[in-house]
């Protein structure tokens, strides 16, 4: 159920594992925050519950969910806000019909999604639940650009207890391919919209017969907009992906495809169905036609695909071919329950996927659970050269010297939906061979590319304020810091060429032109990754996709996990918004839970944007008693870290409720032993001396709760008392909290 009034702090609704820690420590963070007349309330961005508010017509009214998402979209654009926020699902076609299915099982009348809509109601339907799809919460909420880097104490633990790391060898065969052409990088327009162009414009696809058919129209184009267009060749990336097989057949590695179909949810679904042809190649030429009839779309993945044989009368003929195609072996995500690379369009994402196979070095696993070198295929060369430079040299230098590497920090630029990452609208694949065209409000064409029928044409925008206070993060930072800074800008890109119009002038009117180098992203990776190998930091500025990218490629090889980053969104209009790591969602961890009730989400990434949210809200609203909180929250993240009170990955062994209790009792400590506030002191100090007398109790309950399956009710649309139940089995602690 959703809050109504008007909370000091806003925690969100969540999906899958971060979700389930939730019932577990949202209750202590209302206890502790109450002590300082701090309220926190929930808005729902899960999934489900965005389904739910979207298709409110057939549920009943205990059922109905308001839209917390566009009332969070509000908010943020006000000085106000205060929101921490957990990582949510950014839903494939399959995760949001799995979502539906559930849900109606739950008793919700809710529609079906239209595979393929014929009658107009169905393009309705179909039209709304393609709101929900991909990465449709951030681009909302984040009304202000990123400032992420790694908490001091989570630097300093990782030092001292370095995560393991594979071994990289010059011989190692792992290789980055991408298109040698006709990709997005290659035929990108990119241009800055002046008064006069500015206003409503439309994109157009003009037939080979002259006939026009709109695309989008009523697309507002501001004064100072970045605006680009390009598109990737239908017929050039299916020659490459069958390049790409022979050459990873010939090399004796891996196939692998690394894309990001959660948030390039038109453009990149499109791309893997392609990947999905290509290794079935003879077959789907053959058996395509009756495959796709029967359900077996290739953007969902070879798992959609082989599901829709198996209801053929012929599927042991197609499976037979299927199995005698000569293919090199396939990087797996699951090799003992046979879920290979290709399987499903969400299972591997490349900014989780490539930085597992760097840290690794350069290794993945194939069917049979082997330990190999691999093909590291991405299509497109916008961002590929960051891991093609980052395996290049490692082969050179052997892996990163945790212990006594330097940081890389990021300054990204998000705001209002911008970059690749805001482009959903604007993709379109195309329906015959013609021309795809902007036509400004003035009637001018902006961009115009010919295309052929199949080709994936995009466009996006970055607008001038998101711009000009991306720089000026950047500026702040570096003087804070002292650190080298960079920007991520290839002058031989056309969208980073007229950022580099915007960036050089800044720099020189503020007069720190000096303390700042521009570089192609190869060229910044090297430099990045000589810097922390000095045991040095440096600051990435970099655009919407390359923030992301980056702020798990380095973390995961710094601190062997993304999930603890600071994650600050300045938003704009003054307020703030914290986010939980860069860690994703952690499906199999959900599926440990279920299993065996052991769940080892570790929720530093939580406790660190608490402190952080504590402490904007001290220096807002002039809140001392937050500011106290906040302090004492931050010694608690340290005494988590130095007591290595972080969950295991193992059944029987400490896990998320446990962290949780730790970091109560440390919090609880912290706050009696300071002097600031004799109040809190005095208040904390019989609750820190019953966790610390009853932590045999507690720590006993916890350990009872492990080795059985655990009923949460449903995997999207979890039961709240029996999450609560599963999440909340110390009744000593519970007493404690309330």
Same mark, same amino acid.
């Not at 009943?60 to 969910?65: A, D, F, L, P, T």
């Not at 001292?160 to 995560?163: A, I, M």
């Not at 032993?673 to 506030?677: I, L, V, Y």
């Not at 916890?702 to 709760?705: D, M």
């Given at each position: 159920?959703?809050?109504?009034s008007?909370?000091?702090?806003?925690?969100?609704?969540?999906?899958?594992?971060?979700?389930?820690?939730?019932?577990?420590?949202?209750?202590?963070?209302?206890?502790?925050?109450?002590?300082?007349?701090?309220?926190?309330?929930?808005?729902?961005?899960?999934?489900?519950?965005?389904?739910?508010a979207?298709?409110p017509?057939?549920l *009943?009214?205990?059922?109905?969910?308001s839209d917390?998402?566009a009332?969070l979209?509000e908010?943020v654009?006000?000085?106000?806000?205060?929101?921490?926020?957990l990582?949510n699902?950014s839903?494939?076609v399959?995760?949001?019909t799995?979502a539906?299915?559930e849900?109606?099982?739950?008793?919700?009348d809710?529609?079906n999604?239209?595979e393929?809509?014929q *009658?107009?109601?169905?393009?309705?339907?179909r039209?709304?639940?393609d709101?929900?799809?991909?990465s449709?919460?951030?681009?909302?909420?984040?009304?202000g650009?990123s400032?992420?880097?790694?908490a001091?104490a989570?630097?300093?633990y990782?030092q001292?207890?370095?995560?393991s790391m594979?071994?990289?060898?010059?011989?190692?065969?792992?290789?980055?391919?991408?298109?040698?052409?006709?990709?997005?990088y290659?035929?990108?327009?990119?241009?800055?919209?002046t008064?006069?162009?500015?206003g409503d414009?439309?994109?157009?696809?003009?037939?080979?017969?002259?006939?026009v058919?709109?695309?989008?129209?009523?697309?507002?184009?501001?004064?100072?907009?970045?605006?680009d267009?390009?598109?990737?060749?239908?017929?050039a990336l299916?020659?490459?992906?069958?390049?790409?097989?022979?050459?990873?057949?010939?090399?004796g590695t891996?196939?692998?495809?690394?894309?990001?179909?959660?948030?390039?949810?038109?453009?990149?679904?499109?791309?893997?169905?392609h990947?999905?042809?290509?290794?079935l190649?003879?077959?789907w030429d053959?058996?395509?036609?009756?495959?796709?009839a029967a359900g077996?779309?290739p953007?969902?993945?070879?798992g959609?695909?082989?599901?829709a044989?198996?209801?053929?009368?012929n599927?042991?003929?197609?499976k037979s071919?299927?199995?005698?195609?000569?293919?090199?072996?396939?990087y797996m995500?699951?090799?003992?329950?046979?879920?290979t690379?290709l399987?499903?369009p969400s299972?591997?994402?490349?900014?989780?996927?490539?930085?597992?196979v760097?840290?690794?070095?350069?290794k993945?696993?194939?069917?049979?659970?082997n330990?190999g070198?691999?093909?590291?295929v991405i299509p497109?060369?916008c961002y590929?050269?960051?891991?093609?430079?980052t395996?290049?040299?490692?082969?050179?230098?052997?892996?990163?010297?945790?212990?006594?590497?330097g940081?890389?920090?990021?300054?990204?630029?998000?705001?209002?939906?911008?970059?690749?990452?805001?482009?959903?609208p604007?993709?379109?694949?195309?329906?015959?061979?013609?021309?795809?065209?902007?036509?400004?409000?003035?009637?001018?064409t902006?961009?115009?590319h010919?295309?052929?029928?199949?080709?994936?044409?995009?466009?996006c925008?970055v607008?001038?304020?998101p711009i000009?206070?991306?720089?000026?993060?950047?500026?702040?930072?570096?003087?804070l810091?002292g650190?080298?800074a960079?920007?991520?800008?290839?002058?031989?890109?056309?969208?980073d060429?007229?950022?580099?119009?915007?960036?050089?002038?800044?720099?020189e009117?503020?007069g720190?032109?000096?303390?700042?180098?521009?570089?192609?992203?190869r060229?910044?990776?090297r430099?990045s990754l000589?810097?922390i190998?000095?045991?040095?930091?440096?600051i990435?500025?970099?655009?919407n996709?390359?923030?992301?990218?980056?702020t798990?490629l380095f973390?995961?090889?710094?601190l062997?996990?993304?999930a603890?980053?600071?994650?600050?969104v300045?938003?704009m209009?003054?307020?703030?918004?914290?986010?939980?790591g860069?860690?994703?969602s952690?499906?199999?961890?959900?599926?440990?839970?279920v299993?065996?009730?052991?769940?080892?989400?570790?929720?530093?990434g939580e406790?660190?944007?608490?402190?952080?949210?504590l402490?904007?809200?001290?220096?807002?609203?002039?809140?001392?008693?937050?500011?106290?909180l906040?302090?004492?929250?931050?010694?608690?993240?340290?005494?988590?870290?130095?007591?290595?009170? *972080?969950p295991?990955?193992?059944v029987?062994?400490?896990?998320?409720?446990?962290?949780?209790?730790w970091f109560a009792?440390?919090?609880?400590e912290?706050?009696a032993?300071?002097?600031?506030?004799a109040?809190l002191?005095?208040?904390?100090?019989?609750?820190?001396?019953a966790?610390?007398?009853?932590?045999e109790?507690?720590l006993?309950e916890?350990?009872?709760?492990q080795g059985?399956?655990?009923?949460?009710?449903?995997?999207?649309?979890p039961d709240?008392?029996?999450?609560?139940?599963v999440?909340?089995p110390s009744?000593?602690?519970?007493?404690?909290?309330?």
């Open positions: 159920m959703t809050e109504n008007n909370p000091d702090i806003l925690y969100t609704i969540v999906d899958e594992a971060p979700e389930l820690a939730s019932a577990s420590f949202l209750p202590i963070i209302r206890k502790f925050a109450s002590a300082a007349g701090v309220s926190v309330g929930t808005k729902d961005i899960s999934l489900a519950g965005r389904i739910i979207t298709f017509e057939g *009943s009214e205990e059922q109905r969910q917390d998402l009332a979209g908010l654009k006000t000085p106000d806000a205060n929101v921490i926020k990582p699902i839903a494939s399959p995760q949001l799995a539906i299915a849900l109606q099982a739950q008793g919700y809710i529609p999604y239209p393929d809509p *009658s107009d109601a169905e393009k309705a339907i039209t709304r639940y709101t929900l799809k991909g449709a919460v951030n681009p909302v909420l984040r009304e650009n400032d992420r880097r790694s001091k989570v630097k300093n990782a001292n207890n370095p995560h594979g071994t990289w060898s010059a011989d190692s065969k792992t290789k980055v391919s991408s298109m040698p052409g006709n990709d997005f290659a035929n990108e327009k990119s241009a800055t919209i008064a006069a162009q500015a414009a439309k994109i157009e696809f003009v037939a080979k017969d002259g006939s058919t709109v695309l989008k129209d009523g697309w507002s184009l501001g004064e100072g907009t970045v605006t267009a390009t598109f990737m060749s239908a017929k299916s020659s490459f992906l069958a390049d790409a097989i022979e050459d990873t057949k010939a090399d891996m196939f692998s495809l690394h894309m990001k179909a959660t948030m390039m949810k038109v453009s990149d679904p499109i791309i893997f169905g990947a999905v042809k290509a290794w190649g003879p077959v053959k058996h395509g036609a009756a495959i796709a077996g779309s953007n969902s993945g070879l959609a695909v082989l599901a044989i198996d209801t053929l009368p599927a042991a003929e197609i071919e299927i199995a005698a195609l000569d293919r090199p072996s396939m995500v699951d090799s003992d329950k046979g879920i690379n399987h499903v299972d591997v994402i490349i900014d989780a996927s490539m930085p597992a760097i840290r690794a070095g350069g993945g696993w194939d069917e049979a659970g330990k070198d691999t093909n590291c497109d060369n590929a050269t960051v891991y093609d430079e395996i290049n040299y490692f082969k050179e230098n052997g892996a990163l010297d945790v212990t006594k590497a940081s890389v920090a990021n300054v990204g630029l998000m705001a209002q939906k911008a970059e690749e990452y805001g482009s959903h604007t993709t379109f694949e195309a329906p015959a061979d013609g021309t795809i065209r902007i036509v400004l409000a003035n009637g001018e902006l961009h115009s010919d295309v052929e029928a199949g080709d994936i044409w995009r466009a925008t607008n001038k304020a000009e206070n991306w720089i000026q993060l950047a500026m702040d930072r570096q003087r810091t650190s080298e960079i920007f991520w800008l290839d002058a031989n890109r056309a969208h060429a007229e950022l580099i119009k915007y960036v050089k002038p800044a720099l009117a503020a720190v032109a000096d303390k700042f180098m521009i570089m192609a992203p060229e910044a990776t430099q000589d810097t190998t000095a045991g040095k930091d440096s990435a500025i970099t655009g996709v390359l923030r992301d990218y980056l798990d973390p995961i090889l710094e062997g996990t993304s603890k980053m600071l994650s600050i300045k938003l209009n003054g307020g703030g918004l914290f986010e939980t860069a860690g994703g952690a499906p199999k961890h959900v599926q440990q839970l299993e065996e009730s052991h769940l080892r989400w570790d929720s530093m406790f660190c944007a608490l402190g952080e949210s402490n904007f809200l001290a220096d807002a609203k002039g809140n001392a008693k937050a500011g106290v906040g302090s004492a929250a931050e010694v608690a993240t340290q005494g988590i870290l130095d007591n290595n009170k *972080s295991s990955r193992k029987g062994e400490p896990d998320n409720r446990d962290s949780h209790y009792r440390y919090w609880a912290a706050l032993a300071q002097t600031e506030d109040d002191a005095a208040e904390f100090k019989p609750i820190a001396e966790l610390a007398s009853k932590e109790q507690i006993a916890f350990a009872a709760a059985n399956p655990a009923d949460i009710g449903g995997y999207y649309h709240a008392a029996k999450k609560a139940a999440m909340r009744a000593t602690l519970n007493a404690i909290i309330g």
